[in-house]
């Protein structure tokens, strides 16, 4: 198995620490990437690749009715424990066990940098009704804070981090030009361990060995004890959410 497909895998072993420790996505940026619906109306919502259910909560919070798929089966059942009031089905973003035509608005939370786009983009168009959007959500730490920067090069580990790249969203003639939009967010942590937690649920901490874990786990948590700005908790770690969406166009 090659680095790409190990990382992709590597989340199912840690659902439960996946589920407590990453953090959710700004209701401002849901409500976004619905706007060009023009209502405000329960809308059949798609959660792709949905994981533990960071953005299927938001979305069934809104009161849509929201479908959630997600291919490893720890994650989906991590959901099923802690989402309620969804449809969550096992697959995968070139394969969506959906009908055609049966949902409003298909949403991916950190996750559109593991699709395959060739395969991927013609499956959502085919679910996706006629002027229904494709909203990719990206969590991302705030480059405008000077230690969170600093924490990162602090916690980098051997394998390179898996950054999302907006030109890398294809064009596709199913779909009207791609839009972006940034909204602020925070994610509360209660204590340095719990940032260092939240670290360790990235495919780039999965994927190395013990040793290297532990080496930059206690960087971290020097780091996270000498640092003026950290030093009360609770603490709100400041971040963004970067929403790019396209529309379905009319066949």
Same mark, same amino acid.
């Given at each position: ?21 990453? /953090? ?7 409500? %976004? ?12 919502? $798609? ?20 479908? !959630?798929?997600? /291919?490893?089966?720890?994650? $989906? ?10 449809? !969550?089905?096992?697959?995968? !973003? ?19 940098? %593991? ?18 959007? $494709? ?9 405008? !804070?000077? %230690? ?72 971290? $948590? ?17 971040? *963004? ?6 529309? *379905?166009?009319?066949?």
């Amino acid at each position: 198995m090659d680095l790409h497909a190990r990382r992709a895998d590597s989340f199912g072993a840690q659902a439960e620490a996946y589920a407590e420790h990453r /953090p959710d996505y700004p209701v401002a940026a849901i409500r %976004w990437a619905l706007e060009p619906l023009g209502t405000s109306e329960r809308l059949d919502v $798609l959660d792709l690749a949905a994981g533990t259910g960071k953005l299927t909560a938001g979305l069934v919070a809104e009161g849509h009715r929201v479908t !959630a798929v997600e /291919p490893n089966e720890q994650m $989906l059942s991590e959901l099923v424990r802690r989402v309620h009031d969804v449809r !969550a089905l096992p697959g995968h !973003a070139e394969h969506i066990p959906v009908p055609d035509h049966t949902v409003d608005a298909v949403f991916v939370g950190t996750a559109f940098h %593991w699709f395959d786009q060739e395969k991927a983009l013609p499956e959502i168009a085919r679910v996706l009704r006629p002027g229904g959007v $494709l909203a990719a959500m990206w969590i991302e730490s705030d480059p405008n !804070a000077d %230690w969170v920067t600093e924490f990162e090069q602090v916690s980098a580990s051997s394998v390179e981090s898996q950054r999302h790249n907006p030109t890398g969203i294809m064009s596709h003639p199913s779909f009207g030009p791609v839009e972006h939009e940034t909204f602020p967010h925070t994610h509360r942590r209660d204590s340095p361990e719990a940032v260092i937690a939240w670290v360790n649920t990235h495919s780039r901490m999965l994927v190395v060995d013990d040793d290297e874990r532990a080496a930059i786990n206690h960087k971290m $948590l020097a780091f996270l004890r000498e640092r003026p700005e950290t030093s009360n908790w609770p603490l709100d770690v400041p971040l *963004r959410s970067d929403v790019f969406r396209m529309v *379905r166009v009319s066949e």
